[in-house]
Structures are given as structure tokens and as C-alpha cells.
């Protein structure tokens, strides 16, 4: 099973991006998907869910309103889109995959290797 997240970078304070994870080796509708981000120095949390299904999302407080999750099953890709981006968001981002499980914070199977994310003042 691979996860290879990608569309991180450097952007200003305001600015937008999207990140995108794409799965290969894996039922990739069989999953549920979460996005997870670890900012220097801290633990690693829980930004945003999406389920098997698509018709449900679960957003962490700190980026509700400002960040989209989305999937599509015909290219097994995950996306995360972001915006009004503060460096407060400045962090690795991880995307995961749950097979099982009603929790959307923790309990995932596999998980990528991250993409940095630098939000500038």
C-alpha cells in the first residue's frame, strides 16, 4: 500500500492550496480518508475526515469553514483544499486511510509520507 501525498509549499498568509493524496494497492473506496497535519514541535492532529461513502466530513474546529476534503474513487485520490491560510497552518500534512472504525480522529491503517506546508506572515 502506497500513499503519496503531494501539493504542499510555500504560500503568504490569505493564500491557497490543495493538497492531494493518492492511493495505490488498496480498495480505495473501501476506505475512509483523514488528513492529519504536525506542526514543529507539537503532536500530530486531526484536520479533516471524509467517509467510505463521500457523503459525510468531519473538519477540526481550528480549520472549519476554511478547508474542503473531497475524494475521487476513480482516481483513488484524496484532496484537501485550503484557504485563508494562517502560519498557524504551517505544518507536514499526512493523509490516511481507515478501513474500519467510527472514529475519524484516530484508528487509521495506513498513512503517507507527508507534504510541508509553510504559510508566511
Known amino acids: 500500500v502506497q500513499l503519496q501525498a503531494s501539493g504542499g509549499g510555500l504560500v503568504q498568509a490569505g493564500g491557497s492550496l490543495r493538497l492531494s493524496c493518492a492511493a495505490s494497492a488498496l480498495t480505495f473506496r473501501s476506505y475512509a480518508w483523514g488528513w492529519f497535519r504536525q506542526a514543529p514541535g507539537k503532536d500530530r492532529e486531526f484536520v479533516a475526515a471524509i467517509s467510505r461513502s463521500g457523503g459525510r466530513t468531519y473538519y477540526a474546529d481550528s480549520v472549519k469553514g476554511r478547508v474542503t476534503i473531497s475524494r475521487d474513487n476513480a482516481k483513488s485520490t484524496v484532496y484537501l483544499q485550503m484557504g485563508s491560510l494562517t502560519p498557524e497552518d504551517t505544518a507536514v500534512y499526512y493523509c490516511?486511510?481507515?478501513?474500519?472504525?467510527?472514529?475519524?480522529?484516530?484508528?487509521?491503517?495506513?498513512w503517507g509520507q507527508g507534504t510541508l506546508v509553510t504559510v508566511s506572515s
Open positions: 490516511a486511510a481507515k478501513r474500519q472504525g467510527d472514529s475519524y480522529t484516530y484508528g487509521y491503517d495506513y
